[in-house]
């Protein structure tokens, strides 16, 4: 009589596992809202999903800042949507900076691979954390914090940054600052800058007003 019963339990239980749903791999064919996309039907899911292939080779770095980001993230990468990571890959040319900003959705963790790079971030207490970091070494930048990423050599440097979220979202002082139509009469209000700097950094990143 205990082994039907144990057999019994075990097609119970084998069945709850399976009633479990693995992964929710994006359907990028429908909106995307702020749990991220709404799954793709398990019988077109392939291998590829889960796969990516584009932290390979390295983001154009002739711009500006002299940086690249490639992100692996749930719109590039459809695998990752609803698992709660993400992964990017940072390229910095000499000279490059990623410039202070904050991921309102993630935490992040960065590990560089080759040549020397100054990070940091600034808590809400205004206390200042950096350090150069060297290969092999890894920072932790907790979510919404405004950080930075300096190539600190004379040579590229190149990290790969994980993120707590498939979508750590991403806003970047700067532009936020002068990459739009923000008054310039507002921005020097709320941040002592003199007009004539307001509207030289606006011209840079292309902002008016």
Do not use: W
Not at 189 to 202: E, G, P, Q, S, V
Request: net charge neutral; charged share 10%; with cysteine.
């Amino acid at each position: 009589m205990i082994l039907p019963i144990f057999i019994a339990s075990l097609l119970f239980t084998s069945s709850s596992f399976a009633a479990v749903q693995d992964f929710c791999v994006g359907d990028l064919n429908g909106p995307e809202g702020p749990a991220g996309y709404s799954c793709k039907k398990v019988a077109k899911v392939t291998v590829d999903d889960f796969v990516f292939s584009g932290l390979g080779v390295g983001g154009n770095t002739s711009n500006i800042i002299k940086a690249a980001v490639t992100p692996a993230f749930s719109t590039q990468f459809p695998g990752v949507n609803g698992l709660g990571i993400s992964i990017a890959r940072l390229d910095l040319a000499a000279g490059g900076v990623i410039p202070m900003h904050t991921h309102p959705g993630a935490s992040e963790v960065l590990v560089v691979v080759q040549g020397s790079i100054c990070a940091g971030f600034i808590s809400s207490a205004n206390a200042v954390y950096f350090k150069t970091l060297m290969k092999g070494d890894v920072m932790v930048f907790p979510q919404g914090l405004l950080h930075f990423q300096i190539n600190a050599g004379g040579s590229p440097a190149l990290a790969f940054a994980s993120f707590g979220s498939p979508l750590p979202g991403l806003q970047i002082l700067d532009f936020a600052l002068f990459g739009n139509n923000l008054p310039t009469e507002v921005i020097e209000m709320t941040t002592f800058l003199d007009a004539a700097t307001i509207k030289k950094l606006k011209g840079v990143l292309g902002g008016s007003g």
